[in-house]
């Protein structure tokens, strides 16, 4: 409410002070003319004629005869010059023109410091939010560093891994490779020992003369008759497949010839189990 006052009394009190030193600086040239001393005068003397007057020769421009000699005019002499006044005190100011300019001060005291104050948490505020901001950035930054730390242990363990078991299959296959190689070995060793005992020969000359047995002798079958059969056998010898190689015959034999390998099904077993061969390479020389 008091505020609200003063603000209404600012216009009249202004008014009332500018209108205030209008009166004190006119009053101030007011004395300040009367002291000053008049301007000095000049003491001259003259005649004052109508136009009317004048001769005709002065009227039509000619030249008027030199007057008479003027005497010299005394001058008066010059006043004593006044005392100058006292200076007047100058006026005392108003209590309320200094109260309302303190309350001003303080008013726009008081406003630069809240806004110096607006300032500061403003700034303390930019502060925080660029800290929270750097704090995400640093924890964003960190965790995006452990997950490619993770996923490069990932794909490391991954790969260990898949070496790993590269490894195994390697080892599996080189054991297994190293154990066909050591059978092979031991039917090579096992063939030549039935080989030197005479087994597989004896086999051998068993299934020509199955074979022989059963075969229909062609009459385009000759002397000398020599065919290479390929016979596929199951595990009981049965016959799965026959094949006729290099023959010295015509159709007419070869087709014989396998007719009879078919009807020796199922071939005789050998003596010894380790000289069955599923797949046989017969030469076939039937007797004459």
Same mark, same amino acid.
């Given at each position: 409410?008091?505020?609200?006052?003063?603000?209404?009394? /600012?216009p009249?009190?202004?008014?009332?002070?500018?209108?205030?030193?209008?009166?004190?600086?006119?009053?101030?040239?007011?004395?300040?003319?009367?002291?000053?001393?008049?301007?000095?005068?000049?003491?001259?003397?003259?005649?004052v004629?109508?136009?009317? +007057?004048?001769?005709?020769?002065?009227?039509?421009?000619?030249?008027?005869?030199e007057? =008479?000699?003027?005497?010299?005019?005394?001058?008066?002499?010059?006043?004593?010059?006044?005392?100058?006044?006292?200076?007047?005190?100058?006026p005392?100011? %108003?209590?309320?023109?200094?109260?309302?300019?303190?309350? &001003? !001060?303080?008013?726009?005291?008081?406003?630069?410091?809240?806004?110096?104050?607006?300032?500061?948490?403003? &700034?303390?505020?930019?502060?925080?939010t660029?800290?929270?901001?750097? =704090?995400?950035?640093?924890?964003a +930054?960190?965790?995006?560093? !452990?997950?490619?730390? /993770?996923?490069?242990?990932a794909?490391?363990?991954? !790969?260990?891994?898949?070496?790993?078991?590269?490894?195994? /299959?390697?080892?599996?296959?080189?054991?297994?490779?190293?154990?066909?190689?050591?059978?092979?070995? %031991? %039917?090579?060793?096992?063939?030549?020992?039935?080989?030197r005992?005479?087994?597989?020969?004896?086999?051998?000359?068993?299934?020509? &003369?199955?074979?022989?047995?059963?075969?229909? /002798?062609?009459?385009?079958?000759?002397?000398?008759?020599?065919?290479?059969?390929?016979?596929?056998?199951?595990?009981?010898?049965?016959?799965? +497949?026959?094949?006729?190689?290099?023959?010295?015959?015509?159709?007419?034999?070869?087709?014989?010839?396998?007719?009879?390998?078919?009807?020796?099904?199922?071939?005789?077993?050998?003596?010894?189990?380790?000289? *069955?061969?599923?797949?046989?390479?017969?030469? *076939?020389?039937?007797?004459?």
């Open positions: 409410m008091g505020r609200a006052a003063s603000g209404n009394l /600012r009249w009190i202004g008014s009332a002070i500018v209108h205030g030193l209008v009166v004190v600086a006119l009053a101030a040239a007011a004395i300040q003319w009367r002291t000053d001393p008049p301007p000095p005068q000049l003491a001259l003397e003259g005649n004629v109508r136009y009317e +007057d004048l001769p005709s020769s002065v009227k039509a421009g000619k030249a008027m005869r007057p =008479t000699a003027v005497p010299p005019v005394k001058q008066a002499p010059a006043p004593a010059p006044k005392p100058e006044p006292e200076p007047r005190p100058e005392k100011p %108003d209590p309320a023109v200094l109260e309302q300019k303190a309350q &001003q !001060q303080a008013q726009a005291k008081a406003e630069a410091q809240a806004k110096a104050k607006a300032q500061a948490q403003a &700034q303390a505020k930019a502060e925080a660029a800290a929270l901001a750097a =704090t995400k950035r640093a924890e +930054d960190e965790k995006r560093k !452990q997950e490619e730390t /993770r996923k490069q242990e794909a490391a363990a991954k !790969q260990q891994q898949a070496e790993q078991e590269t490894a195994a /299959r390697a080892a599996r296959l080189k054991a297994a490779q190293q154990a066909e190689l050591r059978r092979a070995l %031991d %039917d090579e060793e096992a063939g030549e020992a039935l080989a005992s005479g087994v597989v020969d004896e086999y051998r000359t068993l299934l020509i &003369q199955t074979i022989e047995r059963n075969w229909n /002798r062609p009459p385009s079958a000759r002397a000398g008759l020599e065919c290479t059969l390929y016979v596929t056998q199951a595990t009981g010898g049965t016959v799965l +497949d026959v094949k006729i190689g290099d023959c010295n015959g015509d159709q007419a034999v070869r087709e014989s010839v396998a007719n009879a390998v078919y009807r020796s099904s199922p071939l005789p077993a050998p003596r010894d189990a380790r000289a *069955f061969e599923r797949r046989l390479v017969i030469v *076939f020389k039937p007797t004459e």
